[in-house]
Nanobody, 122 residues
Framework: QVQLVESGGGLVQAGGSLRLSCAAS????????MGWYRQAPGRQRDLVAV????????DYADSVKGRFTISRDNAKNTVYLQMNNLKPEDTAVYYC???????????????WGQGTQVTVST
């Protein structure tokens, strides 16, 4: 069984910064992609940033380019999201995702974290 545990959310004023962390644990052999999604009330869950190992690709939503940075520590199966110059429209629940996780028994699946609230005040 694989679990994703997120941390780092909270309340911040507009223009401030937060750093989210997500650690994957369990019988993990490899993880192809790790990334962050967010969901505001009444809206769909949207991709924020993703780091894809196969192809060495990093991609961001247009709304966060230049403000957010995703990084990954493969040795720790951990992904981070540094969020700078936060805006009220960044307020949402942020979810970590691990895609194409291969476990030591040969299984493969995708996993989600429980979500962490980010609130940006004016």
């Amino acid at each position: 069984q694989v679990q994703l545990v997120e941390s780092g959310g909270g309340l911040v004023q507009a223009g401030g910064s937060l750093r989210l962390s997500c650690a994957a644990s369990g019988s993990i052999f490899s993880i192809n992609a790790m990334g962050w999604y967010r969901q505001a009330p009444g809206r769909q869950r949207d991709l924020v940033a993703v780091d894809i190992a196969s192809g060495g690709t990093i991609d961001y939503a247009d709304s966060v380019k230049g403000r957010f940075t995703i990084s990954r520590d493969n040795a720790k199966n951990t992904v981070y999201l540094q969020m700078n110059n936060l805006k009220p429209e960044d307020t949402a629940v942020y979810y970590c995702a691990a895609v194409e996780v291969v476990t030591t028994d040969g299984g493969e699946a995708d996993y989600w974290g429980q979500g962490t609230q980010v609130t940006v005040s004016t």
